[in-house]
């Protein structure tokens, strides 16, 4: 077994991570550019991956410049946002999401959310798995749009781990990324204690670069899109999973699950 620094505390992202919603993002986004003729492939979808929704949708649609001018942004966005509530109802967990968050809540162990998501597509998202899933964060979730990271501050930025660490678990982790100068000692020795989950690339550089450990669990699409792909060339995560279902809690100082006790 690998031992690794003792985490007291820990910040789930959620999209891709908790549930099953990136294959919903994915059956809209084409069923909306299907109509023109294009698709949203794994490697330009990579890219949008973890960034707030206007900056993602822009990002997308550059990739298609001889769509007709009257398909914004603004059209996109609302076409989007219609398919994307009728089906929100439907997303299920991923693998080992539900096993992990339960045993974390039983024995005490701190946890939060912190998603790019907007709070109206939280809402939708978990109102059907509250019994199961969400209701284990006893309303600790922080949102793109709570109004509690700085516009612009969003993922890689490490604002929103550092709201959900200060604001929702009470930790003094303090503002900043963790190599500038005004975050003291004690702030970096707290924010060493987190762990953070994350799918998406630009979450592992706003854990990392917040001095929190981060767990990758990316989809397998995305290792697989090969050099078109994003890579992560400066800040790699402390661990790489295939599914929260391969998840060790006790090798990160965490109570191990009943059946490793022996």
Known sequence: MTQRPPVEYVIFDMDGLLIDSERIYTEVTNGILAKYGKEMTWDIKAGLMGKPEREAAAHLLS???????EFTIDVYLDARRV???????????????????????????PIAVATGSQRRNYAQKSAHLMDV???AFEGRVVCADDGLVRPGRGKPHPDIFLVAAEKCL???VGEGEAVEAGVSEEQKLERAKGLVFEDAIPGVLAGRSAGMNVVWVPDANLL????????????RPDQTLRSLADFVPKEWGLPPYDEEQA
Do not use: C, M, N, Y
């Open 63 to 69: 990739f298609f410049p001889d769509l007709p001018p």
């Open 83 to 109: 398919g994307q509530d009728a089906l929100w109802p439907t997303v299920q967990p991923l693998p080992g999401a539900v096993r992990l968050v339960q045993h974390l809540r039983r024995h005490g162990i």
């Open 133 to 135: 899933l969400f209701g």
């Open 170 to 172: 009470g930790r003094k």
């Open 224 to 235: 697989t899109i090969g050099d078109s792909g994003p890579t992560l060339d400066v800040e």
